[in-house]
């Protein structure tokens, strides 16, 4: 098979994929929704559904990362948050957990708005971002993942979700730096991290 037809393949694989994991998830939190009314699940699935529309409005990269290592990454910090599952109860009250969420999706959306269409799933070079919440954090978006993921354990606590939530994030943060040596390709970007030192939380990590 031809490179060119073997990426399109894989695009269309990888589409294919989260829009079935989207609906899967979907399906569940919008029953938990009907039957308690508690609104943190709805939430996370917003910012999954970002996850959706950016997968398909993405702009072409001029440098991608195709190896097995980056693969993995990316897919198990991609799909693991789609595999959490409502529990019965709650840590703290659902207002508590919502507003904590809310904080998580306000920091996806204002990155995901100061990324555009360089947003991307596998370690890539889509153009050097330095706008909005990237002057304060090299990853803005994945903070917001965290809190999220946090938001939705507290409300939704079990073994399960324990597990996905911390294998997710881990992920995440492995896939950062996945990205940070690509980007390290490009002179801007380097220039950019020098000013920019902090990757998730400023001050401390």
Known sequence: ????????????????SICALFTFLSVNLLRDFL???????????????????????????????RSFRAGVVTIVSIASPFMLRTSNGGLLPDIATAAVSVVGLAVVIVGKLALGRSFGLVPANRGVVIAGPYAIVRHPIYSGYVITHVAFLLAHPSGWNAVLVVVADIALVLRALVEERVLDEDERYRAYRQRVGWQFVPGLF
């Open 1 to 16: 098979m031809k490179p060119e037809k073997y990426r399109a393949l894989t695009e269309l694989l990888a589409r294919a």
């Open 35 to 65: 039957s308690t009314g508690r609104i943190t699940g709805l939430l996370l699935l917003a910012s999954e559904f970002l996850v959706v529309v950016l997968t398909f409005v993405r702009r072409p990269a001029s440098l991608v990362d």
